[in-house]
C-alpha cells in the first residue's frame, strides 16, 4: 500500500491512500496530470489529499468522485487512467459477487472491462454532487452490466437471469424545491380528477337498472366469470353479454356528455329509425366485450 503523500512520515495524520495506485504516491500521479486538469480542480484534488486524515475508502470515493468530473469535462486520457487504477480492484470485487449473485461462471475481468467501457462512454450522466457520486454510480454501472452480459448470455445459452435485489442502491439523484412542490400539486390534482371519476362512475351506475346493476357488480367487482354471472341472473350467455354491453356505454355516454358540458342522462333516447340498426350492430360489439374469456 503507498501513501497518500511522500511527506506522510511528516505528517501523522495524513490520510493512507488507496490500493491499486502504482508508479508513485497518489500526489505524484496528481502532479503528473497538472498539464491535463484544470489548476482549480488540480488544486482541490491535492487539497482532499493533503486534508484531514481518511480512511482509504473515503479517499477513493473523493478523489475518484473530482477525477471523474474532471473527465467529465476534458476527456484527459491520464484522468480515465488514474480513475482506473484507483478503482479497478474495487469494482473487480463488486462484479465478481454480482456474477456471483446470478450464478454465472463467466470471468470477471471481462465484465470489468465493460464496466469502465461504460464509464468512458457516457461521463454526460454522471453528476458530482456527493462526495461518494463516483462509487454510488458505478455501483449502478456494475449492476446494469452485468445484467446485460447475462441477457446476452441468456439468449444464446438459455441461462436463466435472477433480477432480485435490483433497487438496492438508493435513488441519488436531488431534487430542487420547485421540482417537489409541482410534483405535489401534479399528485393532488390527479387524486382530484380520480375523485371526480369516481363520483361520476357511482352516480350514473345508480341509475341504471336493478338487472344492469347487479351484472356490471358481479362481474367487475366480484370478478366472475360471464358465464357464472349469467346463471346466477338466469338469463342466457349472450343476453348478459348484452346487458354488460348497454350498461357500460351508457355510463360511458353519460360521463362524457359532463365533461363535453352537455345535460347527462344514463338513459339517454334513441332514433326509432335507427334502432333495428343499432341492435345488429351492439351484437357484433358485444362479442367483443368479453374480457373474462370465455
Given amino acids: 500500500m503507498l501513501d497518500a503523500d511522500s511527506q ?34 488540480l488544486a482541490r484534488m491535492l487539497a482532499v489529499v493533503d486534508g484531514p486524515a481518511r480512511t482509504p475508502e473515503s479517499l477513493r470515493d473523493a478523489l475518484s468522485t473530482r477525477l471523474m468530473e474532471s473527465f467529465r469535462c476534458t476527456s484527459g486520457r491520464g484522468t480515465f487512467g488514474l480513475l482506473y487504477e484507483l478503482n479497478s480492484e474495487h469494482l473487480l470485487v463488486q462484479v465478481a459477487h454480482c456474477l456471483r449473485r446470478y450464478g454465472s461462471k463467466s470471468d470477471p475481468r471481462d465484465v470489468l472491462q465493460e464496466v469502465f467501457f461504460n464509464v468512458y462512454r457516457y461521463p454526460h450522466r454522471f453528476n458530482a454532487e456527493r462526495e ?28 436463466e437471469v435472477a433480477f432480485e435485489d435490483l433497487s438496492e442502491q438508493p435513488e441519488t439523484r436531488v431534487q430542487r ?22 363520483h361520476l362512475y357511482l352516480r350514473f351506475y345508480s341509475m341504471l337498472g336493478p338487472r344492469e346493476r347487479a351484472a356490471i357488480h358481479m362481474v367487475e367487482v366480484e370478478e366472475l366469470s360471464y358465464r357464472s354471472a349469467a346463471d346466477r341472473l338466469g338469463i342466457k350467455l349472450e343476453n ?4 354488460i354491453f ?30 333495428l340498426a343499432g341492435e345488429a350492430r351492439e351484437s357484433l360489439t358485444a362479442g367483443e366485450e368479453d374480457d373474462h374469456g370465455e
Avoid at 461518494?132 to 438459455?158: C, E, P
Avoid at 350498461?247 to 362524457?256: C, E
Fill in 132 to 159: 461518494d457520486a463516483f462509487r454510488v454510480w458505478t455501483a449502478m454501472i456494475v449492476r446494469n452490466t452485468v445484467l446485460k452480459h447475462l441477457r446476452a448470455q441468456g439468449r444464446a445459452g438459455r441461462h
Fill in 240 to 243: 348478459l353479454k348484452m346487458v
Fill in 8 to 41: 506522510r512520515q511528516t505528517r501523522p495524520g495524513a490520510a493512507e491512500a488507496p490500493r491499486g495506485v502504482v508508479g508513485g504516491s497518489v500526489r505524484e500521479r496528481l502532479a503528473a496530470l497538472r498539464a491535463e486538469l484544470p489548476a482549480e480542480e
Fill in 246 to 275: 348497454r350498461a357500460r356505454r351508457k355510463i360511458h355516454r353519460a360521463m362524457q356528455s359532463v365533461f363535453e358540458g352537455q345535460p347527462a342522462e344514463c338513459r339517454p333516447a334513441r332514433d326509432p329509425r335507427a334502432m
Fill in 177 to 198: 424545491p420547485e421540482e417537489g412542490l409541482a410534483d405535489q400539486e401534479a399528485q393532488a390534482e390527479c387524486g382530484r380528477v380520480y375523485l371526480t371519476y369516481l
